[in-house]
């Protein structure tokens, strides 16, 4: 069974968003971690806090329609997710973590541009 482009666009970005990541010295402790509320596409680890990852992969030249992706009930969906993780991990809700974007654009030639936005959700 053939999976539609949008999913094809998505496990792409996701597989790159990881590399970029690890590029970056994050450590990669899940992926596609999903609950009741939501999904958490990429959690890592980097001196010593956790990073919850969405990631928006989108086809064009840049990445701004992929930035736009992420809606305010997006954002709602997860944090309660990350309040969820946190729970099933029995770790405290004051422990150092943070939400990032990573958005995506693949163009014609699936040349990758990517922007990554730290702490996102206090834009």
């Known amino acids: 069974m053939n999976m539609p482009k949008a999913k094809q666009t998505g496990a792409k970005g ?13 450590t990669i402790l899940e992926t596609n971690w ?8 990429i959690i890592a680890e980097k ?4 990073i919850f990852v969405e990631v ?4 064009g030249a840049d990445t701004e329609a992929a930035l ?4 305010s009930a997006k954002r709602e969906r997860m944090q ?10 029995e770790l405290d809700w004051e422990c ?15 040349v990758a541009r990517i922007a990554h936005v730290e ?5």
């Open 14 to 26: 996701e597989r790159i968003a990881q590399r970029f990541l690890r590029r970056k010295g994050y």
């Open 34 to 41: 999903s609950s009741l509320v939501g999904e958490l596409d």
């Open 47 to 50: 001196d010593g806090q956790l």
């Open 56 to 59: 928006k992969a989108r086809r």
């Open 68 to 71: 736009a992706g992420v809606t």
């Open 80 to 89: 309660k997710a990350v309040y969820q993780y946190l729970d099933q991990r």
């Open 96 to 110: 150092a973590w943070r939400i990032d974007v990573i958005a995506v654009a693949l163009d014609g030639a699936d």
């Open 119 to 123: 702490n996102a959700f206090d834009w």
